[in-house]
């Protein structure tokens, strides 16, 4: 290549560079083309911002799957200690050891007539 040939392609660059900066160049088919780029672009942003989001979200549901999974273990565990806890012989165990025995007979009920609650209202004033 002879440098007047140089010298001409990058003259013409420098002329494109201009209309670009201008804006001249953006006229008809460039502007079309220029405007579906810029579609395409705002697209792909979209699209990656989009997968971020549904990555973050997916992590976020796998760690709740996993602390559910764990307190279901713990609830099962505490119930199961719990309902053994409550078991008639357990208990009797227990009282046994602080000294109290179990009643030969089951509790009654105890229901009180209307007057016999006013007399303890009027007893308590």
């Given at each position: 290549m002879s440098a007047k040939q140089h010298q001409s392609k990058t003259h013409r660059n420098r002329g494109f560079l201009k209309q670009v900066l201008s804006g001249s160049a953006l006229t008809g088919h460039e502007q079309a083309v220029l405007r579906l780029i810029s579609f395409l672009a705002i697209l792909g942003i979209l699209y990656i911002a989009n997968t971020y989001w549904g990555i973050k979200t997916l992590r976020k549901i796998n760690a709740l799957k996993k602390e559910q999974k764990e307190l279901a273990y713990d609830y099962t565990t505490a119930r199961s200690a719990w309902s053994d806890s409550t078991k008639q012989s357990r208990l009797l165990r227990?009282?046994?050891?602080?000294?109290?025995?179990?009643?030969?007979?089951?509790?009654?009920?105890?229901t009180l007539s209307q007057e016999d609650i006013k007399k303890l209202e009027a007893y308590r004033k």
């Open positions: 227990r009282a046994k050891a602080i000294g109290l025995i179990e009643a030969p007979e089951p509790p009654i009920k105890i």
